[in-house]
């Protein structure tokens, strides 16, 4: 081994969750948009890093 770590790139749930969004909202009306986004329970801070 080498004295030092490996780098590491952890992600937060949210990053996929906001990902997804492309897929799930594809033909759904804008008013919906509201409710599948507020569903995932995402945290943008976490996005946002």
């Known amino acids: ?16 969750h906001i990902g997804a969004l492309s897929d799930i909202l594809v033909g759904q009306y804008l ?10 329970n995402a945290v943008f801070g976490e996005v946002d890093r």
């Open 1 to 16: 081994g080498e004295p030092y770590p490996h780098r590491l790139k952890i992600r937060a749930p949210s990053f996929y």
């Open 31 to 40: 008013a919906d948009a509201v409710t599948v986004i507020g569903s995932t």
